[in-house]
Antibody
Framework: EVQLVESGGGLVKPGGSLRLSCVAS????????MSWVRQAPGKGLEWASY????????YYGDSVKGRFTISRDNAKNSLFLEMNSLRAEDSAVYYC?????????????WGQGTLVTVSS | DIQMTQSPSSVSASVGDRVTITCRAS??????LAWYQQKPGQAPKLLIY???RLQNGVPLRFSGSESGTDFTLTISGLLPEDFAVYYC?????????FGQGTRVEIK
């Protein structure tokens, strides 16, 4: 059974940093691209960042570019999101999502999310 | 960036109804469109990818189609478990973008 379990969320002050983690199981992690998708409270979905299976390629949404860094450790079946210079508008549930094998931008499995709250 | 505009923003329907949700792309996306369902307190669930391909395990009452830059999700014969929010997403080019969502409510 495919499982994605996020952790690392919490309350952080504006300008602060946070590192999110996602541990994968039930599939060959190194064969799939991964993404982070976020959802502000009561709002819609926003794709934040993508990383290819080998870490060769990564892309970011405009709202997080230059502040967030995506990475992965295939030996540990883990995905990460380093978030710096956090702003109130970064407050959201952050989901780790697996890229579909035929279409990496389509997300066929999602974690349950970890909540990030940026507030003073 | 490609803008995805969903309509309607909400729809009230009864069990057994046929419901249609539309998503319009601001430019051509070559069929690279997915649909997700999200229930309260849950992560989104993939329903359809590449416009019309049904994800494994998704019931056949869900279908997707395309007409130019307009994409449609149809639920034929609404069941109680289908009341949720539905999102479209283009995966043609970065940044991947979602529609604003359509809430399907019980009439």
């Amino acid at each position: 059974e495919v499982q994605l379990v996020e952790s690392g969320g919490g309350l952080v002050k504006p300008g602060g940093s946070l590192r999110l983690s996602c541990v994968a199981s039930g599939f060959t992690f190194r064969s799939y691209s991964m993404s982070w998708v976020r959802q502000a409270p009561g709002k819609g979905l926003e794709w934040a960042s993508y990383i290819s299976s080998s870490s060769r390629y990564n892309y970011y949404g405009d709202s997080v570019k230059g502040r967030f860094t995506i990475s992965r450790d295939n030996a540990k079946n883990s995905l990460f999101l380093e978030m710096n210079s956090l702003r109130a508008e970064d407050s959201a549930v952050y989901y780790c999502a697996r890229g579909h094998f035929d279409s990496s931008g389509t997300f066929d499995f999602w974690g349950q999310g970890t909540l990030v709250t940026v507030s003073s | 960036d490609i803008q995805m505009t969903q309509s309607p923003s909400s729809v009230s329907a009864s069990v057994g109804d046929r419901v249609t949700i539309t998503c319009r792309a601001s430019q051509g996306i070559s069929g690279w469109l997915a649909w997700y369902q999200q229930k309260p307190g849950q992560a989104p669930k993939l329903l359809i990818y590449e416009t019309s391909r049904l994800q494994n395990g998704v019931p056949l009452r869900f279908s997707g189609s395309e007409s130019g830059t307009d994409f449609t999700l149809t639920i034929s014969g609404l069941l109680p478990e289908d009341f949720a929010v539905y999102y479209c997403q283009q995966v043609n080019s970065f940044p991947w973008t979602f529609g604003q969502g359509t809430r399907v409510e019980i009439k």
